[in-house]
């Protein structure tokens, strides 16, 4: 899933910008005109962050799914990992695109296929992204 703000290359925004909005993180910039700017949500299924758990600090990586419109998978999570439900996911730093820290949701439940050797776990992202306003980071 993808958006457009209306603010652009006039405005200083350029691609891979990190965008934040109220509750936690949006996505980031793909494309820039002078006045627009298209974000790729975190949402999106080509979509991928690396996270941490709040508690324990694993590393694990989020992605988009078709399952749920509000919902993240979390995936390659440490086989000795203690995950929480209710535990919070933020953003690790890993990967040149986030910062360190930032909101992205928290763990809601547990799902096993019978395809899939290790769980994953789906997260409730708790950013209502069409009603806020954003801010636009530019990294490091």
């Avoid at 936690?24 to 941490?52: E, F």
């Amino acid at each position: 899933k993808t958006l457009v703000i209306n603010i652009g290359k006039k405005d200083g925004v350029e691609e891979n910008m990190t965008v934040i909005g109220n509750e936690g993180l949006v996505g980031h910039v793909i494309s820039v005109t002078d006045s627009t700017a298209k974000v790729q949500t975190i949402i999106d299924t080509a979509s991928s962050v690396s996270s941490s758990m709040s508690t324990t600090k694993d590393s694990i990586v989020c992605k988009g799914t078709l399952d749920e419109k509000s919902a993240l998978k979390a995936m390659y999570i440490p086989t000795e990992a203690n995950v929480i439900q209710g535990d919070s996911i933020e953003t690790s730093g890993l990967g040149g695109i986030y910062p360190k820290g930032i909101h992205i949701g928290t763990i809601k439940k547990e799902t096993k296929s019978d395809f899939q050797s290790a769980s994953c776990f789906f997260f409730v992202y708790t950013l209502e992204i069409f009603r806020d306003g954003y801010i636009i980071m530019k990294g490091d």
